[in-house]
DNA sequence: GGGGTTATGTTGACGGTGTCAAGATAGCAT
DNA sequence: ATGCTATCTTGACACCGTCAACATAACCCC
């Protein structure tokens, strides 16, 4: 039997969330319909349904993934990380995850999944253990540098503020152009460091 | 001839505004239709193509008046501003802006308007107005406190990235709660403001 | 191997969407 | 009064997500 004539699709699922990649990069979430998925996937328009509950789930395995690479991301450059320049290298380095990708991070932190729709467990529990990967991270960094009473929790939800901020004006494209982004940021992080002791 | 049953609705133009900031408000942007719109102004489906090109023109009216009032903010609260205390309150004040109305900040600076769809002159305008009043404010407030060599259009824009970004973590509903925000915007005040001399 | 259960895929249908085309109505200026 | 133009109408089209009902194939147990 021919690969495309046969029944059943064999590995649909892997397939949907590789041509949602795709389709997400083309042409942004707006784009991304399940019919259109299932015609590239060479399959009838309610067969995706029976890999994931409806488009949400989908979404939001779709963004599963990509935050799975973000944390890796937090991680090596973090962990190794130890002075104001590893800072700023991983900074430079989240925001290029973000404008190389821009579809994917706005899925990600976008209201889509994380108001309009549920986010699923497994969506949550990857982008909440991205955070506390770098607040510790960046909590081991600033050992002892940080002034009495702050609390490191709060830095950490500031400066992610500050990083997130700046990628969403630039990817939404207002106010930063891309070329400004990583002065901008060299700028956030030197002020923040010239505050540490 | 009664209100209901004339053939010309009169006002429809601002009806329409008013409408759909109320449905925006009630049910998000995902929820924004014309045709839930044209119905609730008494009037069939295609009435609102005299009044609105399409569908993304009709958005960036009601994004360029909301631009007017964060305009307005932002030179009530940072043209009288002289200290770090008038800087918290213009930061609570922004973000209350946001909170408040949480659908119309994404729909003001989210990426349905700035890139899905062509933002309209009107709305560019007010936009970067908006931006210019307050890096204007910004400078005038840190007047000599910045470390030479430092570029204020830089510190305005890591600064709004800052706050934007809080906003948009505290509205989406991510890493930080609506009850955490002001006490992360004080730190993150308080951090930069002791960087500057 | 045969038969039943389950996973997977199909077509048909429904209500929703934005928007275009063509025609109806009313206001207004000449 | 007549004609021009703004405004509003119905009809139609191509999309969309999703449900229900049915078809096919794989898999497991006897």
Redesign the pocket.
């Known amino acids: 039997m021919t690969q495309s004539a ?5 590995d ?1 699922h892997d397939t949907l969330l590789q041509e949602a990649n795709t389709l997400l990069n083309e042409q942004g979430v707006e784009g991304l ?4 998925l299932a015609e590239r996937a060479g ?5 995706p ?3 994931f509950r ?3 789930a989908l979404l939001c395995a779709l963004a599963t993934r990509a935050f799975a690479q973000l944390d890796a991301l937090i991680q090596r450059q973090l962990d190794t990380a130890a002075s104001e320049p590893d800072i700023q290298a991983f900074v430079i380095e989240y925001l290029r995850f973000a404008t190389e990708n821009p579809e994917q991070y706005e899925l990600m932190f976008g209201r889509t999944l994380w108001k309009s729709g549920e986010p699923t467990a497994e969506l949550k529990a990857i982008a909440y253990r991205s955070f506390r990967h770098y607040a510790e991270g960046l909590s081991a960094l600033l050992q002892g540098r940080l002034p009495v009473g702050t609390d490191p929790l709060r830095v950490a939800q500031a400066s992610w503020a500050t990083i997130h901020g700046l990628c969403r004006l630039t990817i939404d494209g207002i106010y930063v152009n891309q070329e400004d982004m990583e002065a901008v940021s060299q700028q956030a992080v030197a002020l923040i460091m010239a505050a540490l002791k």
């Open positions: 046969r029944y059943h699709h064999g649909l319909s399940l019919r259109k399959v009838s328009r309610t067969a349904y029976h890999h409806d488009k949400n």
